[in-house]
């Protein structure tokens, strides 16, 4: 995963700098020193301190970064979140990326934020989905995370989720999950089973052929949640998905559900407004 992150820095780097940053190469001389500080521009949950810290590092490792405000916390217009000193040459060139990352990093953990606090009370948790922008997945998770979110799998490889497209071509649901325990006994794999059911038809099969961890109740009204809740009675995590926007999920936690999972903490969120100025 470290890996990954290095080289999404590296690709983004190539991306934006290609042959030279030539405005700055032109008009800044290589010994001018400066400091840069990032200012909040609208209220907010700021993230992607860590990872700004990294860009700026991966770049030039004489970078001194002072951080005032740490990823997690809750941020308004005006404040200061870090300074960073060095080059001009190397602040010039890495402010965009840096700004890039954070702003949507503190976007997601914004949003993210308002969720969790419209949980407050009951035991249920909002988790992210695989719902993210490509590449920068593990940024977009660690975002949702500093919002006080839960990761649910980072990706196909950390979980098995049978989802309704795994159950018809596998042909219903024990097979699907006949299938998923062979497998992992096969090649001695410990990861947790997921399945998703889409009526009480499919919930009752789960439920009979047992040898899950979670139960994924897909697109099913806040009554139907609350009445498979009881049918499952503890046996195994339960999470809703589907269709379940801001105004309908204190509903959906009221049901008892462990999990609630929303795709757009990460798939359509606004950036947090922020800037890197000069000194």
Same mark, same amino acid.
Do not use: W
């Given at each position: 995963m470290d890996?990954?992150?290095s080289?999404?820095?590296?690709l ?8 030279g940053?030539?405005?700055t ?19 907010? =949950?700021? #993230? *992607?301190?860590?990872?700004?810290? @990294? !860009? ?6 004489? $970078? ?12 308004k ?8 000193e ?9 402010e965009?990326l840096?700004?890039?990352v ?12 308002k969720?969790v ?18 590449g920068?997945?593990?940024m977009?998770?660690?975002? =949702?995370? #500093? *919002?006080?979110?839960?990761?649910? @799998? !980072?990706?196909l490889?950390?979980?098995?989720? $049978?989802k309704d497209?795994h ?6 649901i024990e ?15 410990n990861?947790r ?6 009526n ?12 899950i ?17 009881r ?10 998905s ?10 959906y ?11 757009a ?10 800037s890197?100025k000069a000194?």
């Open positions: 890996q990954l992150i080289e999404l820095i590296e983004a780097f190539a991306e934006d700098i290609g042959d940053d030539h405005t190469l032109c008009c800044i001389p290589s010994t001018a020193r400066g400091k840069s500080r990032l200012i909040i521009k609208e209220d907010g =949950v700021i #993230a *992607g301190v860590e990872m700004a810290k @990294r !860009i700026f590092y991966h770049f030039d490792p004489d $970078l001194k970064v002072d951080v005032f405000i740490q990823d997690g916390s809750e941020v217009k005006g404040d200061i979140v870090f300074t960073v060095g080059k001009v040459q190397s602040l010039l060139q890495t965009r840096a700004l890039n954070m702003q949507r990093m503190s976007g997601i953990a914004t949003v993210t934020r969720y606090k419209a949980l407050e009370g009951t035991h249920t948790k909002v988790l992210d989905t695989r719902k993210t922008t490509p920068m997945r593990l977009e998770k660690e975002a =949702v995370k #500093a *919002g006080g979110g839960v990761n649910h @799998r !980072i990706g490889f950390d979980m098995i989720l $049978l497209n159950v018809d071509f596998a042909g219903g097979q699907a999950i006949t299938r998923a325990r062979h497998y992992l006994k096969e090649k001695g794999k990861l089973i997921e399945i998703e059911v889409r009480f038809d499919e919930l009752a099969q789960a439920l009979d052929t047992g040898g961890d979670r139960i994924m109740l897909d697109n099913f009204s806040v009554e139907d949640t609350r009445e498979a809740v049918r499952i009675n503890g046996r195994y995590e339960t999470e809703s589907g269709g379940i926007t801001f105004d309908t999920l204190r509903a936690a009221e049901t008892g559900v462990d999990y609630i999972s929303v795709g903490l990460t798939h359509s969120v606004k950036s947090l407004d922020m890197l000194v």
